[in-house]
């Protein structure tokens, strides 16, 4: 439990660096915090819990999903502590092939599917395997594990239209995470997983080597880091305090300049702050994709230019 609290800490912490000033907690996990406070009232027994996973139940990345009753999961599907990041090596072959046996492997992948519950799915990126541009977002949410696909959530609604704004369409890109699993919270029996929390250091850290396999194959020109936890995942941990101090600057990954933007999350967490401060995170994002543009040589309009002016 101390390694939850600690969790929720650090993830209440990342958010407020990322200029959150408020988080909607749901009634079931105010609920579990009353039980942990009750349980460590004096006279009270403390309860032993095997040790997992960081976790906590606090709003992040997708928006607090609706509570519905499913068949029991179990409460700590997720394993306790992860074997070393897998050693992936990619057979010979076209890029259709060495993707299919890539994501043959991850979705079979062991530790993969043992940190996904029942009915939920291990997410590989998608699109388009000659991409020159790769996004790389944080982790599958409610929708993208049930889908089995990234960025298919509200978040991912966005990143759709940035991409549009672009000029050009998601199946012309790729799109990825840091992490192959929804990073799983403590749920009440027979309860669906109710928001999100940020990946640990050591599950970023094993899923690693998939999303290298994916630039290896794809070879983007350049990809696009969105949000904190991409950023910290590809430019490495602690590599910067706020998002703040590399947002909009290029940097380096496997060889491939990479670029920190906003996460959609954000800009719809924005949205909800009120229309000032939305057209401001909105334009600073733009401007970054402004950037990409030019450096994939794509054509950039007068009129795409001042968009969110
Ligand atoms: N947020 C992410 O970072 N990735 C997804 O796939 C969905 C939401």
């Not at 409460?75 to 010979?92: E, G, N, Y």
């Not at 299919?100 to 940190?115: G, I, K, S």
């Not at 919270?185 to 109710?194: A, R």
């Not at 995170?281 to 230019?305: C, F, H, I, N, Y």
Request: net charge positive.
């Amino acid at each position: 439990m101390r390694a939850a609290l600690t969790a929720l800490t650090d993830e209440l912490k990342r958010l407020k660096s990322t200029g959150v000033t408020s988080v909607s907690v749901s009634p079931e996990s105010i609920a579990a915090l009353r039980k942990v406070i009750a349980s460590r009232a004096p006279g009270s027994v403390a309860q032993v819990e095997p040790k997992q996973p960081a976790s906590v139940a606090a709003a992040d990345t997708a928006p607090v999903s609706t509570v519905s009753r499913t068949a029991p999961v179990p409460k700590a599907a997720a394993a306790t502590t992860l074997p070393p990041p897998p050693v992936v090596s990619l057979p010979p072959g076209d890029k259709t092939s060495r993707w299919e046996a890539l994501r043959n492997l991850v979705l079979t992948h062991p530790v993969c599917v043992a940190n996904v519950r029942p009915g939920k799915k291990v997410v590989l990126g998608v699109g388009s395997l000659d991409a020159k541009i790769m996004f790389v977002g944080e982790a599958p949410g409610a929708e993208e594990e049930v889908k089995g696909e990234p960025f298919v959530g509200p978040a991912g609604q966005l990143l759709t239209k940035m991409i549009l704004a672009m000029g050009l369409k998601r199946e012309d890109v790729y799109i990825g995470n840091i992490m192959n699993w929804r990073p799983q919270t403590p749920t009440s029996e027979g309860m669906e997983q109710v928001g999100n929390r940020a990946p640990t250091s050591e599950e970023m850290a094993f899923c690693l080597p998939f999303l290298m396999a994916q630039i290896e194959i794809v070879a983007p020109e350049l990809i696009v880091a969105l949000g904190s936890t991409a950023a910290q995942g590809l430019l490495g941990a602690g590599s910067f305090k706020t998002l703040g101090e590399v947002r909009g600057q290029w940097k380096q990954f496997s060889g491939k300049p990479v670029i920190v933007s906003y996460h959609p999350s954000y800009l719809l967490r924005q949205e909800a702050a009120g229309p000032v401060a939305a057209k401001k995170a909105k334009r600073a994002t733009w401007e970054d994709l402004l950037k990409v543009m030019e450096r994939a040589g794509l054509p950039v309009t007068e009129k795409q230019r001042g968009y969110f002016l």
